[in-house]
């Protein structure tokens, strides 16, 4: 008997790639930009993948072993102090293929409230207007669960994941649970997520590393509609960068 595979569907995943090339092309990150304001972020023409989540979630640590660089993203010994959206390029041999914003850490007690809101919607209008925004990566302590301000960011973002933004909520420090508290909290996640992914995740254990760096190339290399060709190599090189540009990035978490 014969199969008949159907065609990818133009916007669909591909096929997910061996972890040691995901692995690799998440090891390419270099810094590009920082920026403390929404109108000083550069135009970008490639699929870019937002990292939100609350101060102490581990958001940095996460990056960090994703990329396989022990320094690419800042951990504040003041966590939520720093109000700046860093941006990361990835891609082989200096072709930048997409990019990684690493957005503030919010909900940090010893942050003034005018401060808190103000960033906080500074993020909401990041979410829900970046142009080019393929995906968001939700960090959370598993042990907490998702918070009222986790809650509302979901709830904000829910028309562009309707219309096809890809999400994923990462349960860190997984290393803390038991297997059968790991299971609990992905199932009652799940249900929260509203259809979007959820990995347990450990930069300890190296649990999950593996699946978020393949899922995250599968998001930046979606199939492209027949008859059309990748934009031209090298056409993101010329990013310019923020005015606030530093030569070190400042934390974000």
């Keep these: 008997m014969t199969t008949h595979l159907s065609a990818p569907v133009a916007g669909s ?3 997910a ?10 090891h390419t990150a270099r810094f590009l930009t920082t920026a403390a304001q929404l109108h000083h972020l550069p135009p970008i023409d490639v699929p870019e993948i937002a990292f939100v989540g609350r101060s102490n979630a581990g958001k940095s640590t996460c990056i960090n072993t994703l990329t396989q660089q022990k320094q690419l993203a800042f951990a504040s010994k003041k966590p939520g102090r720093t109000q700046h959206i860093n941006l990361f390029a990835l891609g082989k041999q200096g072709v930048t293929d997409a990019v990684l914003a690493d957005l503030p850490g919010y909900g940090y007690a010893a942050v ?3 401060d808190k ?11 829900v207007s970046r142009p080019g925004l393929t995906g968001i990566v939700l960090l959370c302590d598993p042990r907490l669960g998702l918070t009222e301000l986790d809650e509302a960011l979901l709830e904000a973002v829910r028309p562009r994941v309707e219309e096809g933004l890809k999400f994923l909520i990462v349960l860190t420090k997984a290393d ?11 199932s009652i996640t799940r249900l929260q997520a509203g259809g979007g992914e959820v990995k347990m995740f450990s930069a300890l254990k190296k649990q999950g590393v593996d699946e978020v760096a393949q899922l995250l190339w599968q998001w930046a290399h979606p ?3 027949q008859g059309t060709e990748p934009a031209a190599e090298g056409s ?13 990035n400042p934390s974000t978490e």
């Design 117 to 127: 809101l103000r960033w906080q919607q500074v993020m909401v209008n990041y979410l």
């Design 13 to 15: 995943l591909p096929p």
């Design 17 to 26: 790639p061996d972890a040691k090339i995901a692995m690799g092309w998440m």
């Design 176 to 186: 803390k649970l038991t297997r059968s508290e790991q299971a609990k909290v992905l």
């Design 223 to 225: 199939v492209r509609p």
């Design 236 to 248: 993101s090189q010329s990013l310019p960068a923020s005015p606030q540009a530093a030569d070190e």
């Design 112 to 114: 003034s409230r005018s």
